[in-house]
């Protein structure tokens, strides 16, 4: 990734552009971009399960190998991706990554066509999404800070959550209809064009000025992995987090593959109504995006996330509740407070890293944060399949949220609940 002459200049300390006109521009598409991907995405976050389970009759240990496969990529390459990222042209990668995840889901709908659709295909495209979002993603994390400055990051960061979760609502709502009406299958097409437009707007932005180079270009990969890895593990408050953020992701990942089986057969909801119940996590998110900055500068960063991560546990005890008719609302509050404390933690735990790190190690470091935490992601789920197969859905589901209690407690013991601020 080399530094071009007309690109923008850049603060010494957090690498921001000192051109705001100019900065807020490249913010914008790069928003866009993002968050037309993130509708596709939230569409096949309906489509494929539900694809799984009415299609091809798959059961819960089945169902749960979509998203394992899908966040197995962080286990495989989430530690080189930001070596990954560092080494390799950022806009390019960016693009690459796109057309790879557009590619492989269009496989879907034309496998679905030709009548050769297998359980194995499904999980092979949720593999290869999931290898390229790895990359996409650490890229997109490294990008922000490079045009964003320090103190507006927290709300840049809630911003760019804001527009994450609005997707999830709207996109499980909209792919449960377009299941409905068009089939599972051919509700993916929608994902693909989303990829391939995100693709082209970020071909459209300049290449972002590089950070600084590792120290020595003879550097093998996995010492500069082992750098990464080292700062995280050694910095305190980046590590407790990680460590939150694991157990949350544990939770989240077992959630995706309880809540289909449990909605489509415990609680025989239609698609449609399906992709609204899921689509509720993402209000949940919305609203936290919206008041975390507003959380952060009254009580402070680090309360914030402590009262937070309480809530959130207490909330996910009213989804296993859930019945049919008007008890589906339990569900439904139960998974906008689980989405709500989520981007809370999210959100403020990505800002003091973005804030803390070194540029040079920046993008090291959200590697080796996702890649733990992230990486439990596959865990949680394929836990759930087999205790949904051993309790029934219902059941795994109270021990799901059981667990869930962890994370405020490895935060509640922990050398954050003295302080004011994660700074």
């Given at each position: 990734?080399?530094?071009?002459?007309?690109?923008?200049?850049?603060?010494?300390?957090?690498?921001?552009?000192?051109?705001?006109?100019?900065?807020?521009?490249?913010?914008?598409?790069?928003?866009?971009?993002?968050?037309?991907?993130?509708?596709?995405?939230?569409?096949?976050?309906?489509?494929?399960?539900?694809?799984?389970?009415?299609?091809?009759?798959?059961?819960?240990?089945?169902?749960?190998?979509?998203?394992?496969?899908?966040?197995?990529?962080?286990?495989?390459?989430?530690?080189?991706?930001?070596?990954?990222?560092?080494?390799?042209?950022?806009?390019?990668?960016?693009?690459?990554?796109?057309?790879?995840?557009?590619?492989?889901?269009?496989?879907?709908?034309?496998?679905?066509?030709?009548?050769?659709?297998?359980?194995?295909?499904?999980?092979?495209?949720?593999?290869?999404?999931?290898?390229?979002?790895?990359?996409?993603?650490?890229?997109?994390?490294?990008?922000?800070?490079?045009?964003?400055?320090?103190?507006?990051?927290?709300?840049?960061?809630?911003?760019?959550?804001?527009?994450?979760?609005?997707?999830?609502?709207?996109?499980?709502?909209?792919?449960?209809?377009?299941?409905?009406?068009?089939?599972?299958?051919?509700?993916?097409?929608?994902?693909?064009?989303?990829?391939?437009?995100?693709?082209?707007?970020?071909?459209?932005?300049?290449?972002?000025?590089?950070?600084?180079?590792?120290?020595?270009?003879?550097?093998?990969?996995?010492?500069?992995?082992?750098e990464g890895w080292h700062f995280v593990v050694r910095h305190k408050v980046i590590r407790l987090c990680a460590a939150a953020a694991t157990l949350v992701n544990f939770t989240l990942g077992a959630l995706m593959a309880l809540i289909p089986v449990?909605?489509?057969?415990?609680?025989?909801?239609?698609?449609?109504?399906?992709?609204?119940?899921?689509?509720?996590?993402?209000?949940?998110?919305?609203?936290?995006?919206?008041?975390?900055?507003?959380?952060?500068?009254?009580?402070?960063?680090?309360?914030?996330?402590?009262?937070?991560?309480?809530?959130?546990?207490?909330?996910?005890?009213?989804?296993?509740?859930?019945?049919?008719?008007?008890?589906?609302?339990?569900?439904?509050?139960?998974?906008?407070?689980?989405?709500?404390?989520?981007?809370?933690?999210?959100?403020?735990?990505?800002?003091?890293?973005?804030?803390?790190?070194?540029?040079?190690?920046?993008?090291?470091?959200?590697?080796?944060?996702?890649?733990?935490?992230?990486?439990?992601?596959?865990?949680?789920?394929?836990?759930?399949?087999?205790?949904?197969?051993?309790?029934?859905?219902?059941?795994?589901?109270?021990?799901?949220?059981?667990?869930?209690?962890?994370?405020?407690?490895?935060?509640?013991?922990?050398?954050?609940?003295?302080?004011?601020?994660?700074d």
């Amino acid at each position: 990734m080399s530094r071009t002459a007309e690109g923008p200049t850049q603060d010494a300390a957090s690498g921001a552009t000192q051109d705001p006109a100019k900065g807020a521009s490249l913010f914008w598409r790069f928003w866009t971009a993002t968050t037309i991907s993130g509708v596709g995405d939230a569409v096949t976050t309906v489509a494929l399960p539900l694809l799984a389970v009415s299609v091809l009759h798959a059961s819960s240990f089945e169902v749960s190998l979509l998203p394992a496969a899908q966040y197995a990529a962080w286990i495989a390459i989430g530690l080189p991706a930001g070596v990954i990222v560092q080494r390799l042209p950022l806009r390019g990668t960016q693009v690459a990554m796109d057309v790879i995840r557009a590619v492989a889901v269009l496989s879907v709908p034309v496998a679905a066509l030709l009548g050769v659709l297998h359980l194995a295909q499904l999980v092979a495209v949720a593999l290869v999404v999931g290898l390229a979002t790895v990359v996409f993603d650490v890229g997109n994390s490294t990008f922000l800070p490079s045009i964003v400055s320090k103190e507006e990051l927290t709300a840049r960061n809630s911003l760019t959550s804001g527009s994450a979760a609005a997707t999830q609502m709207g996109g499980p709502a909209a792919g449960g209809v377009l299941v409905q009406l068009c089939g599972a299958a051919v509700s993916l097409v929608f994902d693909a064009v989303s990829y391939l437009v995100s693709a082209v707007l970020l071909r459209s932005l300049p290449r972002p000025a590089a950070p600084k180079p590792p120290r020595t270009t003879r550097e093998s990969t996995l010492a500069l992995i082992k750098e990464g890895w080292h700062f995280v593990v050694r910095h305190k408050v980046i590590r407790l987090c990680a460590a939150a953020a694991t157990l949350v992701n544990f939770t989240l990942g077992a959630l995706m593959a309880l809540i289909p089986v449990f909605l489509v057969r415990t609680l025989d909801a239609p698609a449609s109504l399906v992709g609204i119940l899921i689509a509720t996590e993402g209000l949940g998110s919305f609203i936290g995006a919206a008041v975390t900055t507003t959380l952060a500068n009254r009580f402070g960063s680090a309360r914030t996330i402590l009262y937070s991560t309480l809530a959130g546990a207490c909330a996910a005890l009213l989804m296993p509740l859930a019945g049919s008719g008007w008890s589906l609302l339990l569900f439904a509050l139960g998974n906008v407070g689980v989405g709500a404390a989520a981007v809370v933690l999210s959100v403020l735990a990505r800002t003091h890293r973005q804030t803390v790190t070194p540029p040079e190690l920046l993008p090291r470091v959200m590697a080796t944060v996702r890649f733990v935490s992230w990486g439990a992601v596959p865990v949680g789920a394929l836990t759930a399949g087999i205790a949904g197969t051993l309790l029934g859905s219902r059941g795994a589901l109270w021990l799901i949220v059981a667990v869930g209690f962890l994370t405020p407690l490895s935060m509640w013991t922990s050398s954050i609940r003295s302080r004011r601020d994660l700074d």
